[in-house]
């Protein structure tokens, strides 16, 4: 079965950094586009940033502009989300998602058909 895992989530101190990985373990990701998305307790889900079939990223919010950055590594089959400047309200659950991107969108996909478990990350001093 299609599985998307998640994993570097963590307890870090505001200022702090963080890499998390979303490998695939039954497909190729290259083809895809992947977006991050945080929900943190007691609020909605929201979408943090996208990367497409074309390793182009849309940012959803403009918080994780200059702070977060999306890659791939093909070889590893994974994406990573690289967060500096971490701050409290940055904590949440983390999840990968991935939708199938040929062509190469414009912007993030407006679902998807595959998600991870999710990995905590939590920012206090």
């Known amino acids: 079965q299609v599985q998307l895992v998640e994993s570097g989530g963590g307890l870090v101190q505001p200022g702090g950094s963080l890499r998390l990985s979303c490998a695939a373990t039954?497909?190729?990701?290259?083809?895809?586009?992947i977006g991050w998305f945080r929900q943190a307790p007691g609020k909605e889900r929201e979408g943090v940033l996208c990367i497409n079939g074309r390793d182009e990223t849309t940012y959803y919010t403009e918080s994780a502009k200059g702070r977060f950055t999306i890659s791939r590594d093909h070889a590893k089959n994974t994406v990573y989300l690289q967060m500096n400047g971490l701050k409290p309200e940055d904590t949440a659950i983390y999840y990968c998602?991935?939708?199938?991107?040929?062509?190469?969108?414009?912007?993030?996909?407006?679902?998807?058909?595959?998600w991870g478990q999710g990995t905590q990350v939590t920012v206090s001093s």
């Open positions: 039954e497909f190729t990701l290259d083809y895809y586009a």
């Open positions: 998602a991935a939708e199938v991107d040929l062509m190469g969108s414009t912007n993030c996909p407006l679902e998807y058909d595959y």
